[in-house]
């Protein structure tokens, strides 16, 4: 897979996953404390971009993200989401 993960260093980043928009978000997982971070490029998406289609297609970006975190880690990851209903 595309995880950069160290058994020494406890944190996975994945590869940058292109979304609508022309922005990119990097997913990382830190094992230590089981926090997800994404950074944007350019920048952070304003609410207006933040529409059906792209929230879906960051939802699935997400998701297998997460997926191989859970392969790496060797058990389940669950999220939580905080916001709105899109």
Request: aromatic fraction near 12%; hydrophobic fraction near 40%; charged fraction near 20%.
């Amino acid at each position: 897979g595309f995880l950069q993960g160290n058994p020494t260093v406890i944190y996975i980043k994945a590869k940058p996953f292109r979304l609508p928009g022309g922005y990119l978000a990097s997913f990382s997982f830190d094992i230590k404390t089981s926090v997800v971070e994404v950074e944007w490029e350019p920048n952070l998406p304003p609410p207006e971009a933040r529409r059906a289609g792209f929230v879906r297609a960051y939802r699935k970006a997400r998701n297998e993200f997460l997926a191989d975190v859970s392969s790496v880690i060797g058990g389940p990851v669950f999220v939580i989401e905080a916001g709105g209903s899109r």
